[in-house]
Nanobody
Framework: QVQLVESGGGLVQPGGSLRLSCAASGTVFSINVMAWYRQAPGKERELVATTTNFGSTNHADSVKGRFTISRDNAKNTLYLQMNSLKPEDTAVYYC?????????WGQGTQVTVSS
């Protein structure tokens, strides 16, 4: 099993930056893919970015050029650097880990972009 704990959310003005962190514990060596998702009020959860244990990354078109996913294997931590934030980025952001077809989720961290 894997436990995931997100941190780093908060209130930021449009154009600002935040860095989210996701600390993983448990059988982290079994993780195939880690990802960030987000869910805005009244909307479905959407994929923001993914990274594999081979180091490849992908980002949703809506965040390309503004967000960067990264992973520190020594610290068992996943990051999401978010720059040039927009009000439409407001959502609860969730970290996930995929192991042998099963997805583990963190509890989420709120990001609010507002002036």
């Amino acid at each position: 099993q894997v436990q995931l704990v997100e941190s780093g959310g908060g209130l930021v003005q449009p154009g600002g930056s935040l860095r989210l962190s996701c600390a993983a514990s448990g059988t982290v060596f079994s993780i195939n893919v880690m990802a960030w998702y987000r869910q805005a009020p009244g909307k479905e959860r959407e994929l923001v970015a993914t990274t594999t244990n081979f180091g490849s990354t992908n980002h949703a078109d809506s965040v390309k050029g503004r967000f960067t996913i990264s992973r520190d294997n020594a610290k068992n931590t996943l990051y999401l650097q978010m720059n040039s934030l927009k009000p439409e980025d407001t959502a609860v952001y969730y970290c996930s880990a995929l192991i042998s077809g099963y997805t583990y989720w963190g509890q989420g961290t709120q990001v609010t972009v507002s002036s």
